[in-house]
């Protein structure tokens, strides 16, 4: 699992790298290389978890399964009307056909029924699996989310303090060098600002 965590840290790193490096005109947008950034979210997608993939297998076979099940139950309906058709064509026997294809408009109509509620209870539960599935994720990635920006935000304070130091060391070495080379600067003032901060 953290190999996989590490590549997706990768690619986001890149994904950002590739941000700073764009083009911005106006301050409020940002222009990338397309391809670049394409590349980038089809690696990201590859790397997501399996368990995201599954979820979303999950739901396509949800339709599936609906779709079957309806297809299913017209083939009946339309056999069983087919049956009694043909049996109601025979007049030495209509009253038995009658019957019988009550019978079997009943029992048909009972099985779509059953075959329908067996495809909404396994949607549902697919459903519910995937929801379950998709806010697990969700939560995972909201920590992952917060464990990047707090990393970041470490690192942002170490680079500031970095920066102070050096500001600080720069300054002390300024004031040294303005003590010891103190007569040069006045003799050659067009160069003394050479050497003050800014």
Known sequence: MNSQQDVIYGLMSDLEDALDKGFSPFGYYTVVKKD???????????????????????????DELQYEAQQKAEKIIADAQGEANRLLSESDILRAVQKQAEQIKEQVISECEEIKRKAIDEADAIRSQATDEATRIKDGSSVMAEQILASLEQNLAQMEEIVKNGQVALEKRRMESDEMHGNYANQRPEYAQDFRMQ
């Open 36 to 62: 670049t950034v394409t590349d980038l979210l089809d690696r990201l997608y590859a790397a997501l978890p399996d368990e995201i993939k599954e979820a979303r297998a999950l739901l396509r076979r949800k």
